[in-house]
T-cell receptor
């Protein structure tokens, strides 16, 4: 079974600063996908970034980047130049290659302080 | 692209009635859709996986006779909460698995439906 752990229930960051959200996972699979989703107060789940495990290069989407450490089973999300609109719940998710089900972490509530 | 809609966004019903929630993929075909339930300040809990043209696969502990799922077309899945009770009050979210090349593993989520059973 796969498990996803987000050890930071709540975090805050000053506007324009950088923040890193941690995510670790446990799996015996070698090929899989990892995701970060954002859930703002509207509760709409929004895909932030995705990473294929077979790719060593860390994924980047504008101000969002990941630090994927496969051996350590770590998948942290870095948000640069934080904006007020980044305030949201962030969920890390895992899916094995060929699978269907997402395994979600418990989430990190991020508040960007003006 | 990859827009998923859900209707209604909010519903209040009396105990004992049935409520239907629709989930539509607007700009892509989704052979697989998922239904989640989310309690306040908690993560998403997968209820069932819905495959077009076949029976849904329910997670352990989810009553299939209470939460009826129908996936009759490649763009529509419905969740019917039958004989709803106050404990069924929750936030229900659907997602659709992408069919876009290179993104087939990604799930795109609807905006959710808040159900309140009085």
């Amino acid at each position: 079974a796969q498990t996803v752990t987000q050890s930071q229930p709540e975090m805050s960051v000053q506007e324009a600063e950088t923040v890193t959200l941690s995510c670790t996972y446990d799996t015996s699979e070698n090929n899989y996908y990892l995701f970060w989703y954002k859930q703002p107060p509207s509760r709409q789940m929004i895909l932030v970034i995705r990473q294929e495990a077979y790719k060593q290069q860390n994924a980047t989407e504008n101000r969002f980047s990941v630090n994927f450490q496969k051996a350590a089973k770590s998948f942290s999300l870095k948000i640069s130049d934080s904006q007020l609109g980044d305030t949201a719940m962030y969920f890390c998710a895992f899916m094995k290659l060929g699978g269907n089900q997402f395994y979600f972490g418990t989430g990190t509530s991020l508040t960007v302080i003006p | 692209g990859a827009v998923v809609s859900q209707h209604p966004s909010r519903v209040i019903c009396k105990s004992g009635t049935s409520v239907k929630i629709e989930c539509r993929s607007l700009d892509f075909q989704a052979t697989t859709m998922f239904w989640y339930r989310q309690f306040p300040k908690q993560s998403l809990m997968l209820m069932a996986t819905s495959n077009e043209g076949s029976k849904a696969t329910y997670e352990q502990g989810v009553e299939k006779d209470k939460f009826l799922i129908n996936h009759a077309s490649l763009t529509l899945s419905t969740l019917t909460v039958t004989s709803a009770h106050p404990e069924d009050s929750s936030f229900y979210i659907c997602s659709a698995r992408s069919t876009f090349r290179g993104y087939q593993e990604t799930q795109y989520f609807g905006p959710g439906t808040r159900l309140l059973v009085l």
